[in-house]
């Protein structure tokens, strides 16, 4: 099947937009490449030190004949997800000398738990963590003394910081390991019932707690398809992972046998062997188109619409939410996965998962075939699924046909025939909503609106009983700018027994939503920021708002608009506690949510 006429074009777009930077890039590439293998620069007393608690390798990594491979490491007991990656270094150490290979731990990452942080003053600091992930590594790739890097990493913001550093380094080789997501729970829509009661007043914490914990009980990504499950998704598409490693739980056999392959396989990358693979010639413009074609076909995170276009600059490409509307209206909605429809991850992967729909996305032409990966110069090879046979890891071809088309269809006969993301423009400025969980009546709502600059607020008028007709909810001095952009996730559970109530709602905000946004329509990372004297500053309190998904255009309906003066809000409050005086300086120079709300690059 030939391409898609608009991937085909919206890819060379983006060529040709990236074409000063991403030679740039490339040449930075090539210079590192010819300079040999990294650990021949060093001297005796370098290798010394990087060497010394190297005990059962020692020998071998002095002589430097073996690939070195470095680890960094996103593990913690914060999060679920990544709490697997305690044993991984073992594991990777032992496989590496199968390989004719010697390991080491680079460096750790942070990595925060939004679930932790959801509606905290900590989520202040979320966003921001992803630029201080891309430092940490660059921090443990900085030693030199590796010939290819295994990123140990799944949740929101640490697999977007973790590709930003392996780009910047883009001449060593790079694999990135996950460690797959929890095993099924109670079913999200009880758990979301719960919540609803909870906010409601009928439910006690008793109650929302045991929901909670039997939602969230064991090691694991959380299995509904959130931020994190959309980065492995992306590490798929976009030729990162294995073929079919994303899905695969914890504690399953296939999961280490997947470990020790992609181990396998950054011995086999670099500049020692034969198949000589850095990863900046993987992360080209294909390989981001590809991306945005998987977030589109499965209704993934609004959060990649702020990680992808960082993620990029990072390997001297530049992408725009015009590319991110182009593609949505071209690929079609192939998954219902929790928020989007009920089942969880594992029931896609049961379904057939990321195989099947790379598979059926080559088939319609919807996606780079020429695309490079991990494993070669084609990302056809995603379009299998492995096995265990007798002991030995193997990959066989993918379903053909779905296994459950309640939850996974063809690319012909889709959920729905676009990825459900738009752009939104206006005089209101410029943000994104993501409608594939909202119902098509409510893709365009008109309506007075209430302003708000904290989250609490609303929450404050939700128990007041303040919400009792149609409404616009604006939440603005939400930008990276004002507060860094936390997520107001806490926020959807109210909005959404409103529209249950009969009326009509929205959210427009500069902030984040999440990548379980829901059923309200969400007019999201609008900018210019409040805080930067963006439209938002302008509204007041009953100013009609129009909110058109169909159009794509978010608009004040108020002849004096443009002349009003922008509004100055009291942001002192969010300049202390919880470490956030640190962040000040990344307030002050973060760049906006269009090009990814960045500080470090």
């Known amino acids: 099947m030939s391409l898609n006429s608009t991937i085909d074009r919206v890819t060379d777009r983006i060529r040709e937009r990236s074409a000063a930077s991403r030679d740039r890039y490339l040449a930075q590439i090539a210079e590192a490449v010819k300079a040999g293998p990294v650990r021949a620069h060093l001297s005796c007393g370098n290798q010394a030190h990087a060497y010394a608690a190297m005990t059962t390798d020692k020998a071998a990594l002095a002589a430097a004949r073996l690939p070195n491979i470095g680890i960094v490491t996103a593990y913690n007991d914060m999060l679920s997800a990544h709490q697997p990656y305690e044993d991984y270094p073992k594991l990777i150490r032992e496989a590496a000398r199968l390989a004719g290979a010697t390991a080491q731990v680079a460096g750790g990452v942070p990595a925060m738990c939004d679930g932790v942080t959801q509606g905290q003053p900590g989520m202040e600091l979320s966003l921001f963590s992803r630029d201080v992930i891309a430092l940490a590594a660059a921090v443990a790739l900085t030693h030199n003394a590796f010939d290819s890097a295994i990123f140990l990493g799944v949740c929101d913001k640490i697999v977007p910081g973790l590709v930003m550093a392996a780009a910047t380094f883009g001449h060593i080789p790079s694999i990135f390991v996950p460690a797959g997501p929890m095993t099924s729970g109670i079913p999200n ?160 992967h049961a ?18 075939a020429d695309a490079k990966s991990v494993l070669g110069d084609s990302i056809s090879h995603y379009r299998y699924e492995p096995k265990l046979m007798d002991g030995r890891l193997a990959w066989q071809d993918g379903p053909s046909e779905t296994l459950n088309d309640k939850i996974l269809r063809p690319a012909a006969d889709p959920f729905q025939p676009t990825g459900g993301l738009r752009q939104l423009s206006g005089n209101l400025g410029r943000g994104v909503i993501k409608i594939s969980a909202v119902a098509p009546e409510r893709h365009v709502i008109e309506a007075p609106c209430r302003i708000f600059h904290d989250q609490n607020d609303v929450k404050a008028a939700f128990k007041a009983g303040e919400f009792t007709s149609d409404c616009v909810v604006v939440v603005r001095f939400q930008g990276p700018s004002a507060n860094g952009m936390p997520e107001l996730h806490s926020l959807t559970p109210l909005l959404s027994i409103c529209q249950e109530r009969g009326f009509k709602m929205a959210l427009v905000t500069d902030g984040r939503m999440s990548g379980a946004s829901g059923k309200v329509p969400a007019a999201i990372h609008v900018a210019p920021e409040a805080a930067k004297g963006g439209p938002l500053a302008r509204l007041r309190d009953g100013d009609i708002i129009r909110l058109d998904a169909v159009a794509g255009t978010l608009t004040v309906l108020a002849e004096d608009f443009e002349a009003r003066t922008p509004v100055v809000a009291d942001l002192s409050g969010n300049s202390h506690g919880l470490g956030r005086e640190l962040f000040e300086s990344f307030r002050r120079n973060v760049g906006t949510s269009e090009i990814g709300a960045c500080v470090v690059l």
């Open 189 to 348: 829509d009880q758990k979301s019932k719960v919540r609803n009661a909870f906010a409601e007043g009928k439910a006690s914490r008793e109650e929302l707690m045991a929901a909670e914990m039997a939602s969230y009980h064991g090691i694991g990504t959380c299995t509904f398809y959130g931020t994190a499950n959309t980065n492995q998704m992306l590490m798929e598409f976009m030729g990162l992972h294995l073929p079919g490693a994303s899905f695969v739980n914890p504690d399953n056999p296939l999961r280490a046998a997947l470990t020790s392959a992609a181990v396998e396989r950054a011995a086999g990358m670099t500049a020692l062997g034969n198949d000589f693979r850095p990863v900046g010639e993987i992360l080209d413009e294909r390989a981001y188109v590809n991306g945005l074609v998987g977030l589109m076909a499965t209704g993934g995170s609004t959060n990649l619409v702020l990680h992808l276009p960082a993620m990029a600059r990072a390997s001297g490409i530049v992408l725009d939410l015009e590319d991110f509307d182009d593609i949505s209206q071209v690929v079609p909605l192939m998954a219902k996965v929790y928020p989007n429809g009920l089942a969880d991850v594992n029931h896609f």
């Open 351 to 368: 379904a057939g998962g990321l195989g099947y729909m790379i598979g059926q996305l080559l088939d319609a032409g919807l996606m780079h």
